[in-house]
């Protein structure tokens, strides 16, 4: 069965949701004269308007801060991406960061591939209509989070794929309770293994072990003394 993967490019002004088929594009407006509560108050909703988008999901794949970008939009916009990977592991929704050039080697081949390259490569070959590049970013990580997962969208080049191998990808389940027993078998730790008391078994009379050659009876000698 397949699983519910969600592509997310997070931004200010115009954050990318994308799913299997679909993608839309979220934002918020605000002013540099905002106060610090108003941005707080901003970043929150639209953080809520996102995970409204996402819903309920399997994986998680949001692009990483581009840690080169400058501006005054730069803070918030960091708080924003925090908000939302907070929002999503309270969830229990397994997140993977992809950065900006994987993202965009998976798209085109080449990870300096600007924005529009990304929209007319990834467009085509998923057979969806995008409007915008957000949207194409984010169909860009979902489709490389179903690539992970085995369950690949479209068939994309080799060297396309190369950028999977550069992506923080999570650990979707635990370990198994298992350990390597001799013989190669798996035994369960021990920590699992419910302890059962063991009954001691009373041996009968005709069990006792007989006095041999060379014993000595050490009852007969105490009744002997005795009398």
Do not use: F
Not at 147 to 167: G, I, S, T
Request: proline share 7%; glycine share 12%.
């Amino acid at each position: 069965m397949s699983r519910i993967v969600r592509g997310l490019d997070l931004s200010l002004t115009g954050s990318g949701v994308a799913g299997a088929g679909w993608a839309q594009t979220l934002g918020s407006k605000g002013k540099r004269s905002d106060t610090y509560a108003m941005r707080r108050a901003r970043l929150d909703r639209l953080a809520g308007r996102i995970l409204d988008t996402v819903g309920a999901c399997d994986l998680a794949v949001v692009e990483g801060p581009s840690y080169g970008s400058r501006g005054a939009g730069t803070w918030d916009r960091a708080g924003l991406w925090w908000l939302v990977v907070d929002r999503l592991a309270a969830r229990d929704i397994p997140v993977a960061v992809v950065t900006p050039t994987a993202r965009a080697k998976y798209a085109t081949g080449d990870g300096r591939a600007g924005k529009q390259a990304v929209v007319e490569a990834v467009g085509p070959r998923y057979g969806v209509a995008l409007r915008d590049d957000n949207q194409a970013d984010a169909y860009a990580l979902l489709a490389m989070g179903h690539d992970w997962l085995d369950e690949p969208l479209a068939p994309v080049p080799a060297k396309n794929r190369q950028a999977l191998a550069r992506v923080e990808w999570p650990l979707l389940l635990p370990p198994p309770a298992v350990q390597l027993g001799i013989g190669g078998d798996d035994r369960p730790y021990p920590e699992t293994v419910p302890t059962v008391p063991r009954k001691r078994r009373r041996r009968k009379a005709s069990e006792q072990a007989a006095v041999g050659p060379g014993q000595v009876d050490a009852l007969a000698l105490v009744e002997g003394a005795a009398a």
